[in-house]
């Protein structure tokens, strides 16, 4: 059984930095491709990045890009979001999302497997 942990939300100030963390168990990711989605109030959960777990490559959106940055750790199985430069309109709920796949997609519904869920504030 696959399981998504996240960890590292908070309130912050605007220009801050969080890093946002996601212990992954129950399978070797080697084949996976890791995301990190976001759901803001009333809104849509949208993509925010992407790794390929076993090349490493990234994928980001526009609207975070520059500013974060997603890795992993194999030998902590673990995900991380760090975030800097922090806006107002980036909280939410943070959610991290595994996908037994090597291809790595923006779209929610593709990915298997979901964590709970950490909330991200940041204040003006």
């Known amino acids: 059984q696959v399981q998504l942990v996240e960890a590292g939300g908070g309130l912050v100030q605007a220009g801050g930095s969080l890093r946002l963390s996601c212990a992954a168990s129950g399978r070797t990711f080697s084949s996976y491709v890791m995301g990190w989605f976001r759901q803001a109030p009333g809104k849509e959960r949208e993509f925010v990045a992407a790794?390929?777990?076993?090349?490493?490559?990234?994928y980001y959106a526009d609207s975070v890009k520059g500013r974060f940055t997603i890795s992993r750790d194999n030998a902590k199985n673990t995900v991380y979001l760090q975030m800097n430069s922090l806006k107002p309109e980036d909280t939410a709920v943070y959610y991290c999302a595994a996908r037994r796949s090597v291809i790595i997609t923006t779209t929610s519904n593709l990915y298997d497997y979901w964590g709970q869920g950490t909330q991200v504030t940041v204040s003006s």
């Open positions: 790794v390929r777990w076993s090349a490493g490559s990234t």
